[in-house]
């Protein structure tokens, strides 16, 4: 069955650190996967996706088919990050994600 | 640009009765899709309609049901409430079928109270 793990449920971490929130996926198809932010009193929206490579606000998200794994990452990170961060597996259907249980992302100063 | 927009915000019922929930999606949009996200959950998929056809539908009991109208808004229907059904009802809408062309866009959603 497709599914979507995010272990860390809260990640806190000091503003200028690096972050990583983890996500392992079990598809046995092409998978496409996203990211989903929902900033506090705003509605979920799309960070990123992994066919775009693109890198936005600073974070950027590999697939690794190996370890089945599309961790987000950002170098530094500032007190804006914070926010619940959704990591999402698209089917091949469109519309369909499958979302896992989300992490919230705390940044200190 | 409105965004896609859903109403009412807030509702609360009691158990056993119905509930319709709208949602308006961003025009030019085609595809609307429901997801119910439970407190402390992610988004879990219901349905997802396209030029008015259901094109999916999530591992929900027959008491949810669905339309899309031909100005491509929707609706969610609830019957037969449960305590259980307690969520935020959130609507996303998108262009084409085809999720990865053309990414979901959320609405605020609906909180859904069943006392």
């Known amino acids: 069955a497709q599914r979507v793990t995010q272990p860390e449920k809260l990640l806190s971490v000091f503003k200028g650190a690096p972050v990583e929130l983890k996500c392992n996926y079990s598809?046995?198809?092409?998978?496409?996967l996203f990211w989903y932010v929902q900033y506090s009193r705003q509605r979920l929206q799309l960070l990123l996706r992994?066919?775009s490579r693109e890198s936005i606000k600073g974070f950027t998200a590999d697939l690794n088919k190996g370890e089945t794994s599309f961790h987000l990452k950002k170098p530094f990170a500032q007190e804006e990050d914070s926010a619940m961060y959704y990591c999402?597996?698209?089917?091949?259907?469109?519309?369909?994600?499958?979302f896992g249980q989300g992490t919230e992302l705390s940044v200190k100063p | 640009d409105a965004g896609v927009t859903q109403s009412p915000t807030h509702l609360i019922k009691t158990r056993g009765q119905h509930v319709t929930l709208r949602c308006s999606p961003i025009?030019?949009?085609?595809?609307v899709s429901w997801y119910q996200q439970v407190l402390g959950q992610g988004p879990q998929f219901i349905f997802q309609?396209?030029?008015?056809?259901?094109?999916g539908r999530g591992n929900f009991p027959d008491r949810f049901s669905a339309r899309q109208f031909p100005n491509y808004s929707s609706e969610l229907n609830v019957n037969a409430l449960l305590l259980g059904d307690s969520a935020l009802y959130l609507c996303?809408?998108?262009?084409?079928?085809?999720?990865?062309?053309?990414?979901?866009?959320f609405g605020n959603g609906t909180r859904l109270t069943v006392t």
């Open positions: 996303a809408s998108s262009r084409f079928l085809d999720g990865s062309n053309s990414p979901l866009h």
């Open positions: 598809y046995s198809g092409s998978p496409e």
């Open positions: 992994h066919i």
């Open positions: 999402a597996l698209s089917l091949f259907q469109g519309g369909k994600l499958i």
């Open positions: 025009s030019g949009h085609k595809s």
């Open positions: 309609y396209y030029e008015k056809e259901e094109r």
